[in-house]
């Protein structure tokens, strides 16, 4: 390509990403200028401010917060809401984790009870201690009845819902472990008294907190109703049409209206654990009030307009929301982020009598397609130059990150069609078939609504039909692809995130071969292929390896092997921005990558 001289204005720059067809060939110095301008630019006006570990002010009760969801709640129920991300939001602002692990001094911090980890190396086994702390307690709304939390709230959870297959939870995966011998055992956890209780491992590992760090339940509720009616019964529990004022809390709100396709309510929990210097319980806000929006444009609209408090920028729209911040509200910034989407293709031999089985079971094709995902393009103009490419499979914060290790297969359409006629593809008439003289055609799910997905797949879409395969997007509610990927698996590919990996033991369902979220192919009795078995062996010794020296060579030849089967192609990290309105102090608001918005401990300024 030769290189061209292109000055463009900001106005231009905008309206030519409007539109994927008519932006220009553009150099990848000449990329990577507009974007290094546009940054300069759009960080200048905003406020950088990460948290690293600052004690937090403390500030006044009152006021309300005004906010918003994309969609109703699918239940208020605990055990059902991990199938739903929204419910799963709501019903948590009700509970507390046992501990908390904080990214910045890379400690574990006690939030509901206290540990201590107990090694003993001559019998190799390891127990980890909580200690509820006393001044926790389950309350109701409008109501002076309190009863303290206990040991019985984990451990039923742990044991009768976690730990009951007919419940269908997804932490039942992670109560057990592979042995020395290659047989799995379970980590118990056991009662000791009314506030203390032990996860007790059959052997030592090196990450226990994540194999212990959950959540509860009112096991004086939960427990009659499994007793009564089994795990039906407990299913039966906090439906959406039952008033949620009755839902105790142990965390800061009460959930204490909702009004369907309208309005979520909740009120502060006065009764919280978490004091400041001055008795206050944390959040200071009296109540939050969620408007159901249904999708991101109106969400915005209300931001402009002054009708809520905080508002989440999609890349198409940071410009216009720096741009107008004038005093009403700040608009803070952070590095890219920690995690990516990725792209995934369905390698289930249910689906063997597809011709899409054949093709994304060599990773020959899934290295090509990794080559044909112009990143810089996607850069460009899906986050209007405010994003980078993810080659790395750890992010930054993890212990294991090595950044030598990388991504080969990077945009080369050249090598992508090498690699695809290594496999026996043929093009012929502009497009690419098998060695069965199956077309290459397959589709790509996305969710539907959002901009940013849609815009990256139309980008691939388009690059691969420049070298012979078309590619179908289809966009399916997030429920909808959760019920594919779990049970169904009559899918073709797919965009999806799955959070971040910042401890390499992470994705204990995910990236082991008998995971129930092993996204290509979940839940084998055996490993499907060689690579996987030894991507099984490694994460199973680098979890029980304690010495980092030895820790790290295992989990860097595990890095190795997924960077070069491609199972999952990373896509993108933006950058991410933050605005809240001004009417409400600062003082205790942080905004980083590792964090995203701290917002907690956020109040209003005094006279507002």
Same mark, same amino acid.
């Given at each position: 390509?030769n290189?061209?001289t292109?000055?463009?204005?900001m106005?231009i720059?905008c309206?030519?990403?409007?539109?994927?067809s008519k932006i220009?060939?553009m150099?990848?110095?000449?990329?990577e200028?507009?974007?290094?301008?546009?940054?300069?630019?759009?960080?200048?006006?905003?406020?950088?401010k990460?948290?690293t570990?600052?004690e937090?002010?403390?500030g006044?009760?009152?006021?309300?917060?005004?906010?918003t969801?994309?969609?109703?709640?699918?239940t208020?129920?605990?055990?059902?809401a991990?199938?739903?991300?929204?419910?799963?939001?709501?019903v948590?602002?009700?509970?507390?984790?046992?501990?908390?692990y904080?990214?910045t001094t890379?400690?574990?911090?006690?939030?509901a009870?206290?540990y201590?980890?107990?090694t003993?190396?001559?019998?190799?086994?390891?127990?980890v201690?909580?200690?509820?702390?006393d001044?926790f307690?389950?309350t109701?709304?409008?109501s002076?009845k309190k009863?303290p939390?206990?040991s019985?709230?984990?451990?039923?959870?742990y044991?009768e819902?976690?730990g009951d297959?007919?419940?269908?939870s997804n932490?039942?995966?992670?109560?057990?472990?592979?042995?020395e011998?290659?047989?799995?055992a379970?980590?118990?956890?056991?009662?000791?008294?009314?506030k203390?209780?032990?996860?007790?491992?059959?052997r =030592?590992? $090196?990450?226990?907190?994540?194999?212990?760090?959950? &959540?509860l339940? %009112? /096991?004086?509720i939960?427990k009659?109703a499994? @007793?009564?009616?089994g795990?039906e019964? =407990?299913k $039966?529990?906090?439906?959406i049409?039952?008033?949620? &004022?009755?839902i %105790? /809390?142990?965390?800061?709100?009460?959930i204490? @209206?909702y009004i369907?396709?309208q309005r979520?309510?909740?009120?502060?929990?006065?009764?919280?654990?978490? &004091?400041?210097?001055?008795g206050?319980?944390i959040?200071y806000?009296e109540?939050?009030?969620?408007q159901?929006?249904?999708d991101?444009?109106?969400?915005?609209?209300l931001?402009?307009?002054?009708?809520?408090?905080?508002y989440?920028?999609t890349?198409?729209?940071?410009e216009?929301l720096?741009?107008?911040?004038?005093?009403?509200?700040t608009?803070f910034?952070?590095d890219?982020s920690?995690?990516?989407s990725?792209?995934?293709f369905?390698q289930n031999p249910?689906?063997?009598d597809?011709?899409?089985?054949n093709?994304?079971?060599k990773?020959?094709?899934?290295?090509?397609?990794s080559c044909?995902?112009?990143?810089?393009r996607v850069?460009l103009?899906?986050?209007?130059?405010l994003?980078?490419?993810?080659y790395?499979?750890?992010?930054?914060v993890n212990?294991y990150?090595?950044?030598?290790?990388?991504l080969?297969?990077?945009?080369?359409p050249?090598q992508?069609?090498?690699?695809l006629q290594?496999i026996g593809?043929v093009k012929?008439?502009?497009?690419?078939?098998?060695d069965?003289?199956?077309?290459?055609?397959f589709?790509?799910?996305?969710?539907?609504?959002?901009?940013t997905?849609?815009?990256?797949?139309?980008?691939?879409?388009?690059?691969?039909s420049?070298?012979g395969?078309t590619?179908?997007?289809?966009?399916?509610?997030f429920?909808?692809?959760?019920e594919?990927?779990t049970s169904?698996?009559?899918?073709?590919?797919?965009?999806?995130?799955?959070?971040k990996?910042l401890?390499?033991?992470?994705?204990?369902n995910?990236?082991?071969?008998?995971?129930?979220?092993?996204?290509?192919?979940?839940?084998?009795?055996?490993?499907?292929?060689?690579?996987?078995?030894?991507?099984?062996?490694?994460y199973?010794?680098?979890?029980?390896t304690?010495?980092?020296d030895?820790?790290?060579a295992i989990w860097d030849?595990?890095?190795?092997?997924?960077?070069e089967?491609c199972?999952?192609i990373?896509?993108?990290r933006?950058?991410s921005f933050?605005?809240?309105?001004?009417?409400?102090?600062?003082t205790n608001v942080?905004y980083d990558?590792r964090n995203s918005?701290l917002?907690d401990n956020?109040y209003?300024k005094?006279?507002?």
């Open positions: 390509m290189k061209k292109i000055c463009i204005s106005g720059l309206f030519l990403m409007a539109s994927c220009p060939e150099t990848l110095e000449e990329i200028l507009h974007s290094q301008n546009l940054n300069a630019e759009l960080i200048q006006k905003t406020l950088s990460p948290w570990g600052q937090f002010k403390a006044n009760v009152g006021g309300i917060w005004y906010d969801i994309l969609s109703d709640p699918k208020f129920n605990q055990v059902i991990e199938r739903d991300g929204t419910s799963a939001s709501i948590s602002m009700t509970l507390e984790y046992l501990s908390d904080d990214m890379r400690e574990w911090k006690p939030r009870a206290y201590q980890i107990i003993d190396e001559e019998a190799n086994t390891l127990t201690r909580f200690t509820i702390r001044d307690y389950w109701w709304y409008g002076d009863i939390v206990t019985d709230d984990f451990v039923f959870w044991n819902i976690d297959p007919d419940m269908g932490g039942y995966g992670s109560q057990w472990i592979l042995m011998d290659g047989t799995e379970h980590i118990d956890c056991k009662k000791i008294d009314d203390t209780f032990e996860f007790i491992y059959p =030592i590992v $090196a990450d226990p907190m994540l194999s212990t760090n959950m &959540k339940c %009112p /096991s004086f939960f009659p499994k @007793e009564k009616n795990a019964g =407990i $039966a529990l906090f439906s049409d039952k008033d949620p &004022k009755e %105790p /809390s142990c965390g800061m709100w009460y204490t @209206e369907p396709a979520l309510v909740f009120t502060r929990n006065p009764n919280y654990w978490d &004091k400041d210097s001055n206050n319980s959040p806000p109540q939050r009030i969620y159901i929006v249904g991101t444009n109106t969400d915005y609209l931001f402009k307009q002054g009708q809520t408090e905080v989440s920028p890349p198409e729209q940071v216009d720096v741009a107008n911040q004038k005093e009403d509200y608009v910034n952070a890219g920690m995690g990516s990725m792209w995934s369905n249910q689906n063997k597809k011709p899409y089985y093709w994304f079971t990773k020959e094709f899934r290295q090509a397609m044909l995902f112009n990143r810089d850069a103009q899906t986050y209007r130059g994003a980078e490419a993810k790395d499979f750890f992010p930054e212990p990150f090595n950044p030598d290790i990388t080969k297969y990077k945009y080369n050249k992508a069609e090498e690699l290594s593809f012929k008439d502009g497009h690419y078939y098998d069965k003289g199956n077309k290459i055609e589709d790509l799910l996305i969710s539907s609504g959002g901009t997905a849609n815009d990256m797949a139309q980008i691939i879409t388009d690059e691969c420049k070298v395969i590619i179908n997007v289809r966009q399916v509610d429920q909808k692809q959760v594919m990927l169904t698996y009559d899918w073709q590919s797919i965009f999806i995130g799955l959070g990996n401890f390499p033991s992470q994705g204990a995910v990236w082991p071969s008998y995971g129930n979220l092993h996204l290509w192919y979940p839940l084998q009795e055996t490993p499907a292929t060689d690579w996987e078995a030894r991507v099984d062996y490694l199973n010794e680098g979890s029980f304690i010495d980092h030895k820790a790290k030849e595990y890095q190795e092997i997924l960077l089967q199972p999952v990373y896509l993108m933006s950058k933050f605005a809240i309105r001004n009417k409400w102090d600062l942080y990558n918005a917002i956020v209003l005094e006279g507002r």
